[in-house]
């Protein structure tokens, strides 16, 4: 395997993680997206009765999290992949059995996910696999209660360029400016969005946007 055949493998496990080399991405990820999801989850501002939902949810750390902080509402995940379906499953044992925490394996073009029924919406290094025509961001937009919030982090593709990650699975890639073109133009148009850039380990850089429906 030549080294642009390898970049492309590295991104396809990033994108649906499978089997073996899917379990491995699934553990880099938990190394790798620990702060963005520290960031994108203090952003949600999660209260203890909330509702919340975390699409793309890979190896499960965030839903660990995020089901300390909604200790008396409940945390729901969405991801297409079965390998990462099994490790958040290992991981959340405990607050799947008391009916705390769901996880769903489905895609985020089609939620199966009740309309207005989630108070927080969580996605963090998911929006490059999403649909350009905003399918995925429209139906965040649905589920989520008037009042809720989204938080959604994105490397910065400047960033994405050094780690060389990028294949034929990442549908789109976002500066600053992509950033709020994208999300201005999609179902959150007409609702207050905020974007912070970040500062990452290694000079890295990556955006974290904040959507409040009305
Ligand atoms: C790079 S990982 C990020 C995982 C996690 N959010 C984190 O921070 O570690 C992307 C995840 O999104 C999932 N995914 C990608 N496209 C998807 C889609 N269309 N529907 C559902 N899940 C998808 C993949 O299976 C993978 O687990």
Known sequence: MGTIGL??????????????CG??????MGLINHLPNRRAI??????ERDDVLEIGFGPGWALKKMARL???GTVTGVDRSPTMFRQAQIRNRAAIQDGKL????????????????????????????????GTALAEAHRVLRPGGTMSIYATDCSSMKRLQFVGPETRQT?????????????????????????????????????LCKR
């Open 7 to 20: 970049h492309n493998f590295i991104a396809q496990q990033f994108s649906m993680p499978e089997g073996m």
């Open 174 to 210: 976002f500066d600053l400016k992509g950033l709020e073109d994208f999300l201005g133009k999609s179902a959150f148009a007409s609702d207050h969005i905020d974007i912070q850039m970040i500062w990452l380990p290694f000079g890295f850089r990556g955006l974290v946007a904040r």
């Open 102 to 133: 769901k996880l769903i394996q489905g895609t985020f073009e089609r939620l199966p996910v009740e309309t207005a029924s989630m108070d927080k919406v969580l996605a963090v290094n998911v929006i490059y696999f999403c649909s350009p025509t």
């Open 42 to 47: 203090e952003r949600l501002g999660i209260g």
């Open 23 to 28: 379990r491995a991405a699934g553990a880099v």
């Open 70 to 72: 909604a200790h008396s």
